[in-house]
């Protein structure tokens, strides 16, 4: 089993929809979580952090369940420029794991 | 410098060969992590060091790969005997305070094993 997990899509959306991507992590041990964004062949680019109480920022909204052990990224009223890869990123003890990847592509 | 830099942009080799890939890290961050990835995949985890210290080598696929970071600063990572498998986007990214928190990355390396 792979240590993190993602759906790799691609999602196709309509711009001003709303969109989730999930991620399970395998490792209850865990510390830290977070949510990086990555351009077609450009290096990735720390969208938000993800805390235990859920955090917004602005139309995201990050969740961690740590019982389940999956965390949520959610898009309201998506864009045209929010086409991109959404990688979810693991702490364990230091070594910061990612997920393979979810690809988002909003149309118009 | 501004930004994490990594040399060259883009490396072509034969197979057989050994190649070394730089990394120059924002100046001051003390942690210092290397990934490879490949197209279509998320960054794979190959090692980290805080200061010079290699914490963490449990990603690196076999023996023919190894890293330095002797003076807690630039890094290097060492591919020896070169195979086709090789071949992939090698990155580097740095951490300002420690391990596990917000990583800058560089551009990259391409590396392509003829």
């Known amino acids: 089993r792979k240590e993190v997990e993602q759906d790799p899509g691609p999602f196709n959306v309509p711009e001003g929809a709303t969109v989730a991507f999930n991620c399970t992590y395998s490792n209850s041990a865990s510390q830290s979580f977070f949510w990086y964004r990555q351009d077609c062949r450009k290096e990735p680019k720390l969208l938000m952090s993800v805390y235990s109480s859920g955090n917004e920022d602005g139309r995201f909204t990050a969740q961690l369940n740590r019982a389940s052990q999956y965390i949520s990224l959610l898009i309201r009223d998506s864009k045209l420029s929010d086409s991109a890869t959404y990688l979810c990123?693991?702490?364990?003890?230091?070594?910061?794991?990612f997920g393979q990847g979810t690809e988002l592509s909003v149309k118009p | 410098g501004a930004g994490v830099s990594q040399s060259p942009r883009y490396k072509v080799t034969k197979r057989g060969q050994d190649v070394a890939l730089r990394c120059d890290p924002i100046s001051g961050h003390v942690s210092l992590y290397w990934y490879r990835q490949a197209l279509g995949q998320g960054p794979e985890f190959l090692t980290y060091f805080n200061y010079e210290a290699q914490q963490d080598k449990s990603g690196l696929p076999n023996d023919r790969f190894s890293a330095e970071r002797p003076e807690g600063s630039i890094s290097t990572l060492t591919i020896q005997r070169t195979e086709q498998r090789d071949s992939a986007m090698y990155r580097c990214a740095s951490t300002r305070d420690g391990p596990g928190e917000k990583l800058f990355f560089g551009s990259g390396t391409q590396l392509s094993v003829l």
């Open positions: 990123v693991v702490n364990e003890g230091g070594k910061l794991i």
